[in-house]
């Protein structure tokens, strides 16, 4: 009954920027903590941000100081804004949610994942 949709990856070269957004729509009765995870090719799946519904946020180290996870509750999105990409950073990134729906209670949901390249 909900779906999530990334946008907002492609091609950066190294010290560029990129902001994703993720957007939930459906039945959504409340959205509880939403994440941002990265996968590389050969790599377990990674968490990178996370925030609350009150807006608090926690972020993976490498990442600290770069990346800023927000979010508008009103249209039921996340956000992430890369800054200072590194190769490193090159991934599929998710977006996670947990979601409760008019019908049934809270779920865990994914996007299909946007790429983000990062590469001179």
């Known amino acids: 009954q909900v779906q999530l949709v990334e946008s907002g990856g492609g091609l950066v070269q190294p010290g560029g920027s990129l902001r994703l957004s993720c957007a939930a729509s459906?039945?959504?009765?409340?959205?509880?903590?939403m994440d941002w995870y990265r996968q590389a090719p050969g790599r377990e799946r990674e968490l990178v941000a996370t925030?609350?519904?009150?807006?608090?946020?926690n972020y993976v180290d490498s990442v600290k100081g770069r990346f800023t996870i927000s979010r508008d509750n009103a249209k039921n999105t996340v956000y992430l804004q890369m800054n200072s990409l590194k190769p490193e950073d090159t991934a599929v990134y998710y977006c996670?949610?947990?979601?409760?729906?008019?019908?049934?209670?809270?779920?865990?949901?994914w996007g299909r994942g946007t790429q983000v390249t990062v590469s001179s």
């Open positions: 459906g039945s959504i009765s409340s959205v509880n903590v």
């Open positions: 996670h949610a947990k979601i409760a729906t008019f019908f049934s209670p809270t779920y865990d949901y």
């Open positions: 925030i609350t519904s009150g807006g608090s946020t």
